[in-house]
């Protein structure tokens, strides 16, 4: 059977709906955790995410400006499209950034989690 693949916009509605049951699993109602363990795995994993989306980013911006270059854009604002791209990219190159600062704050927070067990 061949293998199904989902486009950019599906897999990303897919990881924000992971999100949100993650968001609900971890509700102290939500018994997503059960021991410190748990969340040491959570963080880790949400910190590989969050370390993974700079490159989502640069390849979105390399893609735009692919198509810029190539002058297969237009904007709603006017012809040319550079003060969007420019907007476009300054963002998406913040967005980045500011997925590194977290990636490094949650490594911080997963060996503060590295000690702490479960005491029956």
Do not use: C
Request: glycine share 6%; no cysteine; aromatic share 4%.
């Amino acid at each position: 059977m061949p293998q199904q693949t989902m486009t950019a916009a599906e897999l990303s509605d897919a990881a924000a709906e992971a999100i949100r049951q993650l968001n609900h699993a971890t509700r102290a109602e939500g018994n997503g955790l059960e021991y410190p363990g748990d969340a040491y795995s959570t963080v880790a994993n949400l910190k590989t995410l969050v370390q993974r989306l700079p490159q989502t980013f640069e390849q979105i911006t390399a893609f735009l400006a692919n198509l810029h270059d190539g002058g297969h854009l237009r904007s709603d604002r006017g012809p040319n499209t550079d003060d969007d791209m420019d907007a476009v990219q300054a963002a998406l190159d913040w967005a980045a950034d500011d997925a590194r600062n977290l990636a490094e704050t949650l490594d911080s927070a997963h060996s503060a989690l590295s000690p702490i067990g479960y005491a029956a």
